[in-house]
């Protein structure tokens, strides 16, 4: 057994950790292959690197740190239930060492499975008492108010709270006090100073949670009038300005909020969402969300065409689907999978044979890019090329009845075009056995 300190070490890994611990490593080959694993994850080859990584299994099936690095390269495609999976297996083989922890804690805040994050944050804790305002913030999210007021006293009794935890310490004080901002108070407070924006964000929010919408309304206009240049004042005209069927005005407030730089692109996210279903049913205003979509290009974690495609998906308008899906900057499967079922719907086989062509190098384990090039190449009738993909993809097909029979009707498809009897025969008695499942 020979010893040697992993260069991984020296890496950034995915969540800006550094492992401090001695890897064992059994051979050459084993080592190979682990190294070719942070090479490959290194420049985004997430699927190469894992292929490696299940290389470095064979050598040595309980290494934790192998599972770890498999559960990185699976988040990073967006494979959650993977991911899980090897974090929770690297976990188990050495629960005292913090990154496989938090590995776990990234699939469920990411998948905003918060009780379950709550329960590994309570575990990190112990390994470094900076989390503790994780788990303030979780308990917040979750409405476990007692349990964030206990971490809060106690970050406090051994320092000075940040803003975050005086914030959520001042929103515990007033629920338990049962104070809130009275409508009356804030009332007199925006005639007697009627350029407090916060006054008017307030009293809308107090009206708006009374039903009296109206009251909001009219509020919404005062802060525009008072405030002209106030942009969080059209974040609630615009919903006001759709239910009124109020096209013009909507419009404007729609514009008004993704255009400032003042206001959270959270917050300009949901007025996206609020705008494009208004539009939807008046289709003359897709243009309009067209024409603002830059305002959204410097936005962290959002890929609005992405966003769109998935939509108009989700709508059957499949015409739009892909026209946003075609802008998209998006490279994970989930957005490649869905164009290509979007041009199999359009019947669009050579766009969806080029792409799922150009993805398999990136992806050459999932078995789908190749269903979709072997059907692509079917309905071209490139039957030779079909039956290549369709025999490289059908051998990554795992517990997946549904993509199996898919594969299986692609093969007598082509065993049809090539006039094969004996390929046809074979998948068809492939394809009974499936459906009696």
């Known amino acids: 057994m020979k010893k040697i300190i992993a260069f991984l070490f020296l890496f950034q890994l995915s969540f800006g950790q550094v492992n401090p611990e001695e890897v064992e490593i059994v051979d050459n080959e084993f080592e190979n292959n682990f190294y070719e694993a942070l090479k490959q994850k290194a420049i985004e080859n997430y699927d190469k690197a894992i292929i490696s990584l299940d290389k470095c299994l064979q050598k040595e099936p309980n290494n934790p740190e192998v599972y770890y690095q498999l559960g990185i390269n699976y988040l990073n495609q967006k494979y959650y239930g993977e991911a899980e999976n090897a974090f929770q297996k690297a976990v188990d083989l050495e629960p005292k060492q913090r990154w496989y922890w938090n590995g776990l804690y990234d699939v469920y805040y990411q998948t905003r499975n918060f009780n379950k994050s709550i329960i590994i944050v309570e575990k990190l804790v ?47 004080q007033s629920m338990q006090k049962g104070v809130k901002p009275k409508v009356a108070d804030l009332e007199v407070a925006i005639k007697n100073n009627p350029n407090v924006e916060q006054n008017y964000i307030d009293l809308i929010y107090q009206y708006s949670t009374e039903n009296q919408e109206q009251k909001a309304f009219e509020t919404a206009l005062l802060l525009e009038k008072e405030i002209p240049n106030s942009d969080l004042a059209h974040v609630s005209l615009v919903k006001f300005h759709i239910n009124a069927n109020d096209i013009a005005k909507a419009t404007e407030s729609y514009k008004r909020v993704v255009k400032s730089s003042k206001i959270d692109f959270k917050i300009k996210q949901r007025v996206l969402n609020e705008y494009l279903i208004f539009a939807t049913k008046n289709p003359q205003l897709l243009t309009e969300i067209d024409n603002t979509l830059t305002y959204f290009d410097n936005n962290v974690g959002m890929d609005v065409n992405k966003e769109l495609g998935k939509f108009f998906y989700n709508k059957n308008n499949f015409e739009l689907a892909q026209k946003y899906m075609e802008k998209s900057n998006a490279n994970d499967i989930e957005a490649i999978d869905l164009l290509l079922n979007i041009y199999d719907f359009n019947k669009q086989f050579e766009k969806m044979v080029k792409k799922s062509e150009e993805y398999i190098d ?76």
């Open 126 to 172: 112990t390994f470094d008492a900076n989390m503790k305002e994780d788990l303030v913030s979780l308990y917040m999210t979750t409405q476990q108010f007692d349990k964030a007021k206990i971490v809060i006293d106690d970050i406090e009794s051994k320092g000075t709270l940040t803003k975050a935890m005086e914030s959520y310490q001042m929103q515990i």
């Open 362 to 437: 990136l992806f050459p384990t999932k078995a789908n890019l190749y269903y979709y090039a072997g059907k692509g190449n079917n309905n071209l009738k490139n039957f030779k090329k079909a039956k290549d993909f369709l025999e490289m993809g059908i051998e990554y097909v795992i517990d997946n009845p549904n993509l199996e029979a898919g594969f299986c009707k692609q093969f007598i498809f082509c065993a049809d075009g090539l006039s094969d009897v004996k390929m046809k025969q074979t998948y068809q008695k492939r394809l009974d056995i499936i459906s009696k499942k």
